[in-house]
């Protein structure tokens, strides 16, 4: 598990006080309402068991769906492809024998790799195929050779992976978990050409690559535990909407977040967004803007969308996150939004 720096804790201006920014937080996101996007996250709780909450209005508890896991899950969303309703969670978890587990919150636990061997958070996505559009599930986690370990297979809503995935090294050597987004998905020309990893280096910085690509690009950014990504694309009416969000915890213990809102070089400077962070956060690209869930000094949850607001609940070795996305969203009203937000 990597080494996650502690910090003092913040003194909270009282228990009745829910929402604030952060002392140095860098005012680049005008604050918005609470999504009417349903977001769901996942932690690891002080008990190792997975625990849940879907984040729209009205606010519900944590609740656990079991488990035993190494460190935070990844939490993937599986669109409607009818665009009638939003996505639906799958969880991820390395567990306690090391390989991979899947669940939704119907179905249990079942094996999901059992040859693959994850030493930290997994990450994952699902993402429309090119140019069939049925849904491909993308998993990646660091290998007990501390490289990236990466499968990918179709999926359907409704269904689980399958626990015969075969695995594939995608080289490089992490620090901790990775991350994965499609990143400029209207603009690349196959599934492997967007998916994207990220994930912190030996030397500090964040280095990305997809499947196709011959090797790892270092960013400028330095980060510590796992990063996090995050895409949404919302096609009508056209022309079409897509904004990317990468989130983590930097060297001095706040949550540092960066914005793309164009092609795959269109990154935004990353800025400062306050926050005391205990390990890496989840991101949750939705059609209102960036969210960023992360486990604070006092263990509980905190979302981030321009302020902070306390969730509750216990979590361990920081969060997973994902944009339960409605496809029939609003591509007009998602840049409007995403504009003003991240200016």
């Not at 002392?23 to 005008?30: C, D």
């Not at 492809?81 to 636990?109: E, H, K, N």
């Not at 061997?117 to 990450?123: L, S, V």
């Not at 609940?313 to 995403?338: I, K």
Request: negative net charge; contains cysteine; hydrophobic residues 45%.
């Amino acid at each position: 598990m990597p080494i996650v720096h502690l910090r003092r804790a913040l003194a909270w201006l009282g228990a009745a006080l829910t929402t604030m920014v952060f002392a140095g937080a860098a005012p680049l996101i005008v604050a918005a309402a609470v999504s009417s996007t349903p977001n769901e996250v996942g932690v690891s709780g002080t008990d190792s068991a997975l625990w849940r909450l879907q984040d729209a209005p009205p606010a519900s508890p944590f609740t656990s769906l079991g488990g035993f896991m190494l460190a935070a899950p990844a939490v993937v969303s599986v669109p409607d492809l009818s665009g009638v309703g939003p996505g639906t969670p799958i969880y991820i978890a390395a567990g306690g024998d090391q390989s991979l587990w899947v669940r939704s919150q119907m179905q249990p636990w079942q094996p999901l790799a059992p040859s693959a061997h994850c030493i930290d958070n997994p990450a994952g996505v699902v993402v429309q195929s090119k140019p069939a559009g049925s849904l491909v599930f993308a998993v990646g986690c660091q290998g007990g050779d501390h490289s990236l370990w990466f499968a990918e297979e179709p999926i359907s809503s409704g269904t689980l992976p399958s626990p015969s995935l075969v695995f594939h090294s995608l080289g490089g050597h992490m620090t901790a978990g990775p991350a994965v987004a499609a990143i400029d998905p209207l603009g690349a020309a196959t599934v492997d050409d967007e998916l994207t990893f990220f994930a912190d280096g030996l030397d500090g910085h964040v280095w990305t690559r997809t499947p196709n690509s011959t090797g790892w690009t270092p960013m400028s950014w330095s980060c510590v535990g796992h990063p996090a990504a995050s895409t949404v694309v919302v096609l009508t009416p056209p022309p079409a909407f897509e904004a990317s969000l990468f989130a983590c915890q930097g060297l001095n213990g706040h949550l540092w977040v960066a914005v793309n809102l164009g092609p795959p070089g269109a990154w935004g400077d990353i800025f400062d967004a306050g926050g005391r962070l205990l390990d890496g956060p989840g991101a949750a690209a939705d059609p209102e803007g960036p969210v960023v869930y992360a486990e604070g000094t006092d263990g509980s949850v905190w979302r981030w969308d321009g302020n902070w607001l306390a969730l509750g609940g216990q979590a361990r070795h920081g969060v997973g996150a994902t944009a339960l996305v409605l496809l029939s969203n609003n591509a007009a009203a998602a840049r409007a939004s995403w504009q003003v937000r991240s200016h």
